[in-house]
């Protein structure tokens, strides 16, 4: 791979840190090959169908493979456990369960031929985008939103959240949610808790070095 | 509070009231099933029978539900068993996604009383409850019906609910929930003389944890040091680059070749998933080819199951051909016996091929587990396939007495006779109508044996070809073809089959026989495990290592944990010399709770379970002696091979004396009246059941 084409990669991550979707033409405009497709443990088809799901965060590349997650949703407890204290699967900072029974939150019409357990097992989790320009971070009234300095994710500041809820609904995956307890915003951090949790990696955090060498390959 | 929620609902159909309270006066019972009994014991009366509106349904998870430990999602279930002699009490146990939605809508338990004048359905979000008419759903069958009301409530809607079966008040019907996972036991004919069809539930709520730190801790552990495969099988079918052991009748089929054929964009191989490696725990139980044959593999979409459970025993298949042919929904998941035990013994003779030579008997095993499931109709552990199966052989002898011609020849026999396998369909459907004398084949096997005395006698119930552990009418289920009389054992405490795991998951861990035997003698000492089919008389290490089979049980179904794969007896790793932690499940309960539980706390709590079980059921039977009317086991059990005496190696057939030799030895252990089986006052009390001691006292049925 060529310094630039590595340096698309880096750039796109860093400067705009955008969704980046897996898709039959590549990754953020590099082509993918085996390596990454072995890295990333999906195949090539299931990349062309839009099955892979991969979120760029400062250090490293989340990947969703929908033909890998059983619904067994050990990801939201793992995830309230760790970041909470407790466990609350609808407090989570990444969504399964709404989906878990049709592949969706919405009963499909044909839902026997749809997604999830009255389906045809078509799932998987929805997770924070840590977005390049985040609707989470620009309703907050609070300005309570922010980059940490050294994750780069965007996390919540509790002081000075008011657990108003605004970033919630401003989300397009409605992803933060407002603890009823502590009337503070969660919001994903990037822990890892879930995918290190996955009992079948359809969660899986790759860090940045090896998928530009996996693209090197 | 922390692991519980302190609350539980009552539903009451016949006010139209519901009302919260407190379930703190019940953990002394741990929860689940032992909230469930207690409740039970406290407010259904002896004698009420199953579909009387005085009788009642608790739902009941622990304390450990909802907390995250792996396999903590199964549902207790307990009511009036209506297909076993007595209708004593009975617990079912349901896997899927119940449970943790009762803790997170904030309930340790429901309780469902009273009767609907109509159809109606119960919605549960959180603190709002409320009962809903059902009249457009009654008739539909389980996965239409779980549609229509997520359709209304939520697509992410936990629903429970019974099809045609439960409605037409067939004894063994089923409720279902999430597709295939199921609670038996004739449930499903309690909802249905309910008038209600469905429970569904969606919780937004905390359950509360003591030390989440080491709840994690503890799920590394588990995950990573302990915990095999299904059924907790410690030993991969294929030897992986890391391991010491292969047994090729283990249900760790995962390893390198073997896929899930079907999954979107391309097979999925399950590769090695060695001990320590969380991300690949999930590929260890490829049970589509375990349950169905290699033929499964190219129809494996992937491996579902329960919340919180990492094992994943559903096989989640996808056979468009299938539905292309016969209309049967081409996607379903189920797992062990239901996966196929129409397809067994003789009701189809040949099968028709459906989309390559040979397919025919998957396919009719398939077409009829999602039909059954549909159906919301109960297999009882293959008993409802063997009763139909006893009707039918010899030319269909016996139905032709009991079915008015009419209704006789109204089967579809041209079907059967050429192998087509939707005979299975209409078979099926047949049955679950309650019209007609055919669906009295699905009473349950005592009520059969009493329906139809004069053509049966006893032999019915005691042949080998139905496989009851007793004319009581349960399914023997790891019963003396695991560990001889200890098996047996735990089956004879319940009022249907027996589901306990403790033990096959130890004889079937796949590790070798002397390895197994070092591990085991050490805990219950010397003789407590014999080798298969290489039997010896009863001894008291057998006797403990029953009553641990038991009450370890008890402690999952209560607290909540999978006894499918728990405890954790064994384990993987060879640096643990694969000893694994019978501690964990008090760790879990400490870290879940804050409350100082150890190993003898729990148990002395789960034997508290059962000593009010077993006087519930002395109360149902009306007498104390429950060695001659409720511990019986069927003749086939001392009868087999009789070309062989017992003890001999190559049979796992009993002795009559020595069995009667197993009684004693396991009332002693538990503190039963050692010549009839029934717990003593004195044991009762030691246990803080005084008020059920009065009781029995009272009625006379407590040991001289």
């Known amino acids: 791979m060529s310094d630039e084409k590595k340096l698309g990669i880096l750039e796109k991550e860093y400067s705009r840190r955008q969704f980046l979707k897996l898709s039959g033409k590549g990754l953020a405009g590099i082509p993918i090959t085996a390596a990454m497709l072995t890295l990333f443990g999906c195949t090539q088809q299931q990349v062309e169908d839009g099955k892979v799901e991969a979120i760029a965060t400062p250090t490293s590349l989340l990947v969703v493979n929908r033909a890998k997650c059983t619904g067994c949703q050990r990801c939201e407890t793992n995830c309230t456990l760790t970041n909470d204290g407790k466990a609350q699967p609808w407090l989570s900072r990444l969504h399964v369960r709404d989906s878990v029974v049709f592949g969706a939150t919405e009963v499909p019409a044909d839902y026997m031929h749809g997604g999830g357990f009255l389906g045809e097992w078509d799932m998987g989790p929805e997770t924070c985008k840590q977005c390049a320009d985040p609707k989470c971070m620009s309703a907050c009234p609070a300005s309570a939103i922010a980059p940490d300095p050294n994750t780069g994710a965007r996390v919540v500041d509790t002081e000075k959240c008011i657990g108003c809820g605004a970033c919630e609904a401003a989300c397009p995956w409605h992803m933060p949610k407002v603890d009823p307890d502590t009337k503070k915003s969660t919001k994903c951090i990037t822990c890892g808790a879930c995918a290190a949790g996955c009992p079948t990696g359809a969660l899986s955090v790759i860090p940045w070095e090896d998928v530009v060498a996996a693209a090197n390959a | ?704």
Not at chain 2, 423 to 436: Q, T
Request: net charge negative.
């Open chain 2, 1 to 704: 509070m922390n692991g519980w929620t302190g609350k539980m609902l009552r539903v009451n159909l016949t006010t139209g009231s519901t009302s919260v309270e407190s379930s703190e006066k019940y953990f002394d019972y741990i929860g689940g099933k032992g909230m469930a009994n207690r409740i039970l014991y406290d407010e259904v009366p002896a004698g009420t029978k199953p579909l009387d509106e005085a009788s009642k349904v608790i739902f009941a998870a622990g304390p450990n539900c909802g907390g995250s430990a792996p396999c903590s999602s199964r549902t207790t279930m307990s009511f009036l068993s209506t297909f076993t002699k007595y209708n004593a009490i009975c617990d079912a146990h349901m896997g899927g996604d119940t449970a943790i939605m009762m803790k997170y809508a904030g309930y340790d338990a429901i309780i469902i009383e009273g009767k609907s004048a109509k159809p109606v359905y119960i919605a549960i979000k959180d603190d709002n409850v409320e009962i809903k008419d059902a009249a457009s759903l009654w008739g539909k069958m389980t996965m239409d019906t779980v549609a229509e009301i997520c359709k209304v409530e939520g697509a992410g809607t936990n629903v429970v609910t019974i099809g045609p079966a439960g409605e037409n008040l067939i004894p063994l019907a089923n409720v279902l929930n999430n597709g295939g996972h199921s609670g038996g036991g004739g449930i499903g004919a309690i909802f249905g003389s309910k008038n209600l069809k469905a429970l569904a539930i969606y919780g937004t709520k905390a359950v509360y944890v003591a030390d989440s730190a080491k709840i994690l801790e503890l799920n590394k552990y588990v995950l990573e040091d302990l915990m095999g495969s299904n059924n907790n099988h410690v030993v991969p079918t294929v030897a992986q680059s890391w391991s010491e052991y292969e047994n090729a009748s283990t249900r760790w089929t995962g390893h390198p070749g073997l896929t899930w054929g079907a999954a979107e964009g391309g097979p999925i191989d399950t590769g090695e998933s060695p001990p320590g490696e969380i991300t690949k725990f999930g590929y260890r139980c490829q049970k589509a080819v375990f349950d169905w044959g290699d033929i499964a593999e190219k129809y494996t979409v992937k491996m579902t199951g329960c919340a919180t459970c990492p094992v994943r025993c559903y096989a989640s298949l996808r056979v468009p051909e299938l539905e292309a042919k016969t209309g049967v929904k081409a996607a379903h998941a189920n797992t062990c016996l239901a996966n196929g035990v129409y397809a067994r013994n003789n009701l189809l003779p040949t099968f028709q091929d459906v989309a390559e030579p040979g397919d025919g008997k998957f396919m009719a095993g398939y077409l009829a587990t999602t039909v059954a499931d549909d159906l919301g109709l109960w297999d009882n552990y293959g008993e409802l396939n063997a009763t139909l199966n006893y009707f039918v052989k010899d030319d269909c002898a016996l139905l032709k007495q009991i079915l008015p011609p009419a209704e006789f020849d109204s089967i579809p026999w041209d079907k059967r006779e050429a192998g087509d396998i939707t005979f299975l369909k209409d078979l099926l459907e047949a049955v679950a109508s309650g019209k007609g004398e055919l669906s009295h084949l699905a009473d349950g096997a005592y009520f059969v044996s009493e329906r139809y005395k004069s053509l049966l006698g006893d032999e019915f119930l005691h042949s080998s070809a139905m496989g009851l552990w007793g004319p009581l009418g349960g399914k023997r289920h790891h019963g003396n073809e695991c560990a001889a009389q200890v098996g047996l054992l735990t089956n004879i405490i319940y009022n249907r089959d027996g589901m306990c795991h403790t033990i096959v998951n130890i004889t079937g861990s796949g590790l070798p026989y002397d390895l197994q035997k070092s591990i085991i003698e050490e805990i219950f000492g010397a003789g407590a495990l014999d080798k298969p089919k290489a039997y010896t008389p009863m001894n008291e290490s057998k006797a403990k290592f029953a009553k641990f089979g038991v009450i370890r049980q008890v402690i999952h179904d209560s607290m909540t944990l999978c006894n499918w794969v728990w405890p954790m007896t064994f384990s993987p790793r060879k640096d643990r010399g694969y000893k694994g932690d019978l501690s964990v499940e008090a760790q879990y309960m400490a870290a879940i709770t804050g409350q100082a539980w150890t190993e003898e706390s729990l148990n002395e709590a789960a034997e508290r379970v059962i000593q009010l079980q077993r006087a519930m059921t002395v109360e149902a039977v009306g007498s104390t002696d429950m060695r001659n009317l409720h511990d019986v086991v069927s003749n086939f059990i001392f009868d087999i091979d009789p070309d062989k005496k017992a003890f001999e190696e190559g049979t796992v057939k009993l002795d009559r004396d020595d069995w009667q030799t197993a009684l004693t030895m396991f009332y002693k252990e538990f503190g039963w009246d050692e010549t009839t089986g029934a717990p003593t006052r004195a044991t009762l009390e030691k246990f803080g059941l005084k008020d059920v001691a009065d009781a029995l006292d009272a009625k006379g049925l407590l040991p001289a």
